[in-house]
Nanobody, 124 residues
Framework: QVQLVESGGGSVQAGGSLRLSCAASGVTYSWYSRCGLAWFRRSPGKEREGVAVIDQYGSTTYAESVKGRFTISRDNAKSTLYLQMNSLKPEDTAMYYC???????????????WGQGTQVTVSP
């Protein structure tokens, strides 16, 4: 059974950086390396929104709001997905979720494998 566990969230001041990780278990290298992966986030009172997607070839797509500040990457040997977040803004405050088995799209899908989330709080 696929399980995803996020880590790396926390509280930072505006302009700071955080690096999120998402470790997968219950997966084979073959499956994981062919898998689309993504980060989503949800702020209080808002819908879950796509932040960044990376496909099996390493091609990436970012939400306009994070372009130039966030970088998604993957380490297939470690079955781990990353999100490097720089120049953080208060509006980046949200619960961040990783997802596996995703299409190359920023739209969430209930059929994806989801982690439980890690909280990121950015203060002014």
């Amino acid at each position: 059974q696929v399980q995803l566990v996020e880590s790396g969230g926390g509280s930072v001041q505006a302009g700071g950086s955080l690096r999120l990780s998402c470790a997968a278990s219950g997966v084979t290298y073959s499956w994981y390396s062919r898998c689309g992966l993504a980060w989503f986030r949800r702020s209080p009172g808002k819908e879950r929104e796509g932040v960044a997607v990376i496909d099996q070839y390493g091609s990436t797509t970012y939400a306009e709001s994070v372009k130039g500040r966030f970088t998604i990457s993957r380490d297939n040997a470690k079955s781990t997905l990353y999100l490097q977040m720089n120049s953080l803004k208060p509006e980046d405050t949200a619960m961040y979720y990783c997802a596996a088995g995703v299409r190359p799209s920023l739209y969430p899908d209930a059929n994806y494998y989801w982690g439980q989330g890690t909280q990121v709080t950015v203060s002014p």
